[in-house]
Nanobody, 124 residues
């Protein structure tokens, strides 16, 4: 069975940091792209960052560029999102998702598998 499990969310003050983790299993991880998305209350789900696993190429949305780092541990089939200098507007449920083609994008329709999210709350 395909599984994607996001973890690491929590309550943090503005300016703080969190490291989100995504545990993947049940598909060809090394040939996939893994994306992080978030959805704030009343808003659409938006792409935050993604990584093409085989190439290690990373991409960031403008909203988190310079404050976040996505990385992967291919042996463990894990993807991480380190978020620094957090802002109240970063408050959302964060999801990880897998694109079997390995290309990745910020468009949610490309992703085949989704995990349950983890809540990030940034207080001002």
């Amino acid at each position: 069975d395909v599984q994607l499990q996001a973890s690491g969310g929590g309550l943090v003050q503005a300016g703080g940091s969190l490291r989100l983790s995504c545990a993947a299993s049940g598909f060809d991880f090394s040939d996939s792209a893994i994306g992080w998305f978030r959805q704030a209350p009343g808003k659409e789900r938006e792409g935050v960052s993604f990584i093409r696993i085989r190439q290690g190429t990373t991409f960031y949305a403008n909203s988190v560029e310079g404050r976040s780092t996505i990385s992967s541990d291919n042996a463990k089939e894990m993807v991480y999102l380190q978020m620094n200098s957090l802002k109240p507007e970063d408050t959302a449920i964060y999801y990880c998702a897998a694109d079997r083609t390995g290309w990745g994008t910020f468009n949610i329709v490309w992703y085949n598998y989704w995990g349950r999210g983890t809540l990030v709350t940034v207080s001002s």
